[in-house]
């Protein structure tokens, strides 16, 4: 292995390389679709191959399900919420997700690697970020299970039915743990449909979800493309559709619902504008730029894609922001020391690489590091793009990537401007010293999650979700309960 180099002015710092080992857990060559409690081979006995990000090697072979596979998932959901699930005392429900929590916990080595591994994030993350966080959504909500009458007084909290849950790559089973928790707490039961590039810890889940004793139907799971996912969408026998992932597809579930009594929440893409403001902090406002936009290879529908930089600072901010950069190591996921992974597939390293000539097309000035990447894999250097237009591609959609575009203002209002001038309205962030620009700014931004001199951070306590073309529904906190009940 060879050392990791960062070259500062006049000095270089090495680091010995610090690979989190992989040989305390072994991944089946295959894995079936959890229907009732139990794994299956797809009906048409279809497999796919899911791969490694960093190194292109398959993992393991995982079972295509088919319309078929869909129908029997759900109505295996449906027959546990009628017999099982739906009559449980919310203090029984309850237990069960404190068992799912506790041994997330105890096999939380193992679903970092494999998270890490078939995803493409730095283990860091993966082992600080996604995994305890999966943990404590389910404690958290685990506490509600019993306590419906309180989220919601003077109401009778009931459950809606069978929930068909969609969830996209960038944060496997924490996506797993935001949508399945509060429906299984509300006493809902679950078919759910993770991302083809990343679905072992799902199905890792499935097995958590055997070793709990969790009643056979109550948690399943088919893996697929999306045409399972809209084979599931489309399936008549759910009551409840939650959906995270693109924009466009996102449209498209809301269309095929049409017409359905099926309620649904989406948590689509974002656009978040980060705004510094001359009077912040400003090397914590780096640091807070490069968390916004590199953390999970900028993977992150809430991530600071636009920086919005008060003209004053923004050759200081600019020329600090390169510095930092440079020492961003990319490479080896499963190493320690690594700050960017690798990207999570061919198909969005490439929809990357298109936006990289898009953006210098239009007329920007791109700026990446100069850090060396692995040859086998998927990646894609910390970059920006100055001299950029409002009416830019790369500043209007979302990129998904560690791609940032960088613009000034004068004043506060040009800012707001500037900030609410996107389809979406997910997240955003605001750097300054000052109490009541942070008020304003907060107030004036149309987005559902906004942090002030802080970026990403997250809390199963927190309501999570969007306005405009990023989505309705909010997930996490008391809000978050709400989606799966019906009030009386
Ligand atoms: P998708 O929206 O296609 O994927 C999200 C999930 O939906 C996946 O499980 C996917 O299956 C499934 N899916 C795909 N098509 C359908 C369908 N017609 N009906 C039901 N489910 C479906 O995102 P992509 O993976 O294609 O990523 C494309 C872009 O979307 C990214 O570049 C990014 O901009 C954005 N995105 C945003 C996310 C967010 O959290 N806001 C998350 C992921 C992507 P499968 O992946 O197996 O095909």
């Not at 546990?80 to 237990?95: D, L, S, T």
């Not at 304003?440 to 001199?453: C, D, E, L, S, Y």
Request: one cysteine or more; glycine letters at 10%; a positive charge.
């Amino acid at each position: 292995m060879t050392e990791t180099s960062i070259s500062t002015k006049g000095s270089n710092w090495g680091y010995a390389p610090s690979p989190e080992s992989a040989d305390h857990f072994k991944l089946k060559d295959q894995y079936g679709l959890f229907i009732g409690g139990k794994f299956v081979p797809a009906g048409s006995g279809k497999r796919f191959a899911t791969i490694n990000p960093a190194n292109e090697k398959t993992l393991a072979q995982i079972a295509d399900a088919g319309e078929k596979d869909v129908d029997k998932a759900v109505k295996a959901a449906r027959i546990a919420y009628e017999k099982v699930w739906r009559k449980m005392p919310g203090r029984e429900r309850g237990k069960y997700l404190y068992r799912i929590a506790r041994i997330i916990q105890e096999r939380a080595r193992e679903l970092a690697v494999v998270e890490s591994m078939d995803g493409g994030k730095p283990i860091r993350e993966s082992r600080d970020v996604d995994i305890p966080l999966a943990a404590a959504h389910f404690f958290y909500h685990a506490g509600w299970a019993d306590k419906l009458g309180y989220a919601f007084p003077g109401r009778s909290a009931n459950p809606i039915g069978v929930a068909g849950q969609i969830i996209p790559w960038n944060f496997p089973l924490l996506m797993v743990a935001w949508k399945v928790a509060p429906a299984l707490a509300c006493g809902n039961t679950v078919v759910l449909k993770p991302a083809e590039t990343t679905p072992l810890t799902a199905l890792l889940f499935a097995e958590i979800c055997q070793e709990a004793g969790l009643p056979d139907g109550v948690f399943n799971c088919i893996t697929g493309a999306g045409s399972t996912g809209a084979a599931l969408v489309n399936h008549p026998g759910l009551d409840k559709v939650a959906f995270t992932g693109s924009t466009d597809v996102g449209k498209a579930i809301q269309k095929s619902l049409a017409g359905r009594s099926t309620k649904l929440t989406l948590e689509l893409g974002g656009k978040a504008a980060n705004i510094i403001f001359e009077d912040a902090a400003i090397d914590q406002a780096v640091e807070g730029i490069i968390n916004g936009i590199f953390f999970n290879q900028g993977h992150v529908c809430c991530a600071g894609s636009r920086l919005l930089v008060q003209e004053s600072v923004e050759q200081e901010v600019v020329e600090k922001l390169k510095a930092r950069m440079e020492h961003l190591i990319v490479g080896d996921p499963l190493d320690k020391n690594t700050d960017i992974g690798a990207i999570n597939s061919k198909a969005q390293c490439e929809r990357i690489r298109d936006y990289l000539k898009v953006g210098q097309d239009e007329g920007a000035e791109l700026f990446q590091t100069k850090c060396s990447v692995p040859e086998k894999g998927y990646w894609v250097r910390p970059s920006f793009f100055t001299k950029v237009a409002q009416s830019h591609r790369i500043v209007q959609e979302e990129i998904f990537g560690p791609v940032l575009a960088i613009q000034s203002f004068r004043t506060l209002d040009e800012a707001l401007e500037k900030a609410n001038n996107t389809p979406y309205g997910l997240s955003g962030g605001v750097w300054t010293d000052k109490g009541a620009k942070i008020f304003k700014v907060t107030r004036g931004i149309k987005a559902g999650v906004i942090w002030a001199n802080t970026f990403n951070k997250f809390d199963p306590s927190s309501p999570f979700g969007g306005y405009k073309e990023s989505g309705y529904g909010r997930e996490g906190g008391r809000h978050g309960l709400r989606p799966y009940v019906e009030l009386s």
